[in-house]
């Protein structure tokens, strides 16, 4: 090592700080939430702008993209903004470029775009070197007074270049156009509204700082969207939410056909095709809710018979929209439909208000609707000052050069004389007509042209209009009176622009509380035809078309044969009970055919393997049935408690052990009486007054035994006597009328039964 070599002692170890990781962590994580908060995701009250939105603006403005001149490409605006100004990805800047210039996006487009922009599909824009824009008329209103002194500017993240804090124009982007964004630890939410209603809000409240929140929402009315759409809830749940910034609201899309003959169908969105048939028209969709999506979401439904009443939905969509639906036949409840439709799909939504804004301190608060407009004027009563004083600074300096001018007007020969003969004419004529350096500079810098009479008499009318015209703003910044006329006067100018008689200034979302919903069931959206369910004894499902005859052959896989065959409905509920006491619920709509064998039951709900089948029925509102198990213990379930909603069914009777689900009997209107026999050939009867009705449990003991369990269980009318099948050819039944030596208390062991009882102990 040479002797110019230099050594560095010290210990790099010596920089580490030695602090508790918590603390070290919740300090560097807090400074994190608090970019996050301020330079990216709330949106500033004073312009509703995020920082990258403001940044393209002023790049925009920077390449003087007005809209008078021609488009740039937009690949050219994003280099500008992540050079000079957003140090982040270009695909990020593009995307909030683009949303700037989606009309089904933003109310008021702060950009226009010339070429594929997206659209209310789904579709992406492409890529960026492909599309042009420049800016709106909105965006120039927005951007008005950023020459005047209105804002500070700051430096850019390299110290390089300037940008402003915010945007200082009239325009009320933040209400106007809504934000949304998600922060650490809060997020924002905010719709876009009405500008000639935000504008006469704020008119209201300057002229009555006491204003009542009720009297501004009489004017404000609530959320405009660029899609339109309606809000359906009252005015009081929409007051409600502006009252505290937060709330929801529901939005739902428009049913209207414009080509409809009668206002009724027109409104109501039916479109008359003769022969009695008809179609519906979607006119409107609800906001940020993709046409496409929306498409498919209907069609799914169609294709999973959740939407057996509608046949068809084409999207016959230009740069309107306009989605047909046709359904299944002409006399499908036109409203029964438009519910149907609100609830499988996204034609309606919610959508969440919440105004968390940052305010001129940079700090994040959610506010009223009233203490947003009221921060909103103060911020723009400051920036009318801020320009008032920029004016009057320009006059003043401008008053300055023009005194001098005359000054040297009025002693033009002598002024003359200094310039040809000093030779230092600047300090000579400072001292002899008490002029300043600026003035001086601005004497010796001046034309020869300019020295004629004329402009001596138009140096002097300039002055007198730069004294006028000073006199007024210097009365205008000293009185907050004259500063909030001045306010009004140029918020209904900005109005003229966005009236409700001009096609960008129309409400287009409707504000109206929606009739009650019409009460259905997805029963009543299925077609009833008859049909024949048949199970077989190794669970395969079908339903053959019509009431067929019971006895008749079906085909079955090798080795399998039939277990239950019952009539029933397409409308109907098939309730399936498994020896382990779960009953399953499956509409008979949705059974396979019976052209080949049928689909196993099992894919359609959760059957263990190892548990059989005891019995299948069609569910009847309003029935009841008796349920017992192997051991001899049971209950009365009403069958509106065994419909299940899920494929795991729902566990009704209870068992221990060994113990199976044995009986499933549906309980006649007028029975009273219970008959139980056991494996041990024992017969009881007793009052079916003392069965217990349960959802869910084991049930009481209805018959003891010594050895084996129940057999069978049935309920009759003891007046009538009871009855049972005879073996044999025929279907002949035998009834014992002579039945009250079987008679007892529940929970007997009872008696060997009548002679000609089954040999099988069933009582069918």
Known sequence: MSETDTTDDS???????????????????????????TARSLPDLRDGLKPVHRRLLWTMRQLKLDPSNTFKKSARVVGEVIGKYHPHGDTAAYDAMVRLAQ?????????????????????????????????????????????????????????????????????????????????????????????????????????????????????????????????????????????????????????????????????????????????????????????????????????DKKLPILEDVRDESDETIRIVLVPKSRNVDPELLKESIFKLTDMETRFGLNLNVLDATRTPMVMGLKELLQNWTAAQIEILQRRTQHRLDQIARRLELVEGYIIAFLNLDRVIEIIRYEDEPKAVMMAEFKLTDRQTEAILNMRLRSLRKLEEMQLKQEQNELLAEQDDLQKLLESPARQRTRLKKDLRALRKDYAEDTKIGARRTRIEEAEPAVEFSMDAMIEKEPVTIILSQKGWIRAAKGHVDLGQEFKYKEGDALAFILHAQTTDKLLIAAGNGRFYTLGCDKLPGARGFGEPVRTMIDLEADTGIVKMLVHKAGGKLLLASTIGKGFVAETNELLAETRKGRQVVNLKGNAELRVIREIGADDDHVACVGDNRKLIVFNLEEMPIMARGQGVMMQRYRDGGLSDATTFKLEDGLSWQMGGAGDRTRTENEIWQWKVARSAAGRLPPQGFPKNNRFD
Not at 11 to 37: G, H, K, W
Not at 129 to 141: I, S
Not at 165 to 170: A, T
């Open 11 to 37: 210990d790099p170890f010596d920089a580490i700080v030695d602090a508790p990781f918590d603390a070290a962590l919740s300090e560097r994580y807090l400074v994190y939430a608090l970019s996050t908060i």
């Open 103 to 303: 009309d089904f996006s933003l109310r008021y487009p702060l950009v226009e775009g010339q070429g594929n922009f997206g659209n209310i599909d789904g579709d992406n824009a492409a890529a960026y070197r492909y599309t042009e824009a420049r800016l709106t008329k909105t965006a120039m209103h927005l951007m008005d007074g950023l020459d005047a002194g209105t804002v500070d500017f700051i430096p850019t993240y390299n110290g390089e270049e300037e940008e402003p804090e915010l945007m200082p124009g009239l325009f009320p982007n933040l209400l106007a156009n809504g934000a949304s964004g998600i922060a650490v630890g809060m997020a924002t939410n905010i719709p876009s509204h009405n500008v000639a209603e935000i504008i006469d809000s704020t008119l209201e409240l300057i002229d009555n700082p006491h204003v009542e929140h009720e009297r501004l929402m009489e004017i404000f009315q609530g959320p405009d969207f660029p899609t339109g759409g309606q809000i359906i809830d009252s005015k009081e749940v929409v007051s409600q939410a502006y009252a505290t910034g937060r709330g929801s609201f529901r939005v739902r899309g428009v049913f209207e056909a414009h080509e409809a003959e009668k206002d009724d169908d027109k409104a109501a969105g039916i479109e008359r095709l003769g022969g009695g048939q008809w179609q519906l028209v979607i006119s409107e969709i609800p906001y940020q809710v993709a046409k496409g999506k929306l498409i498919e979401q209907i069609a799914q439904a169609i294709a």
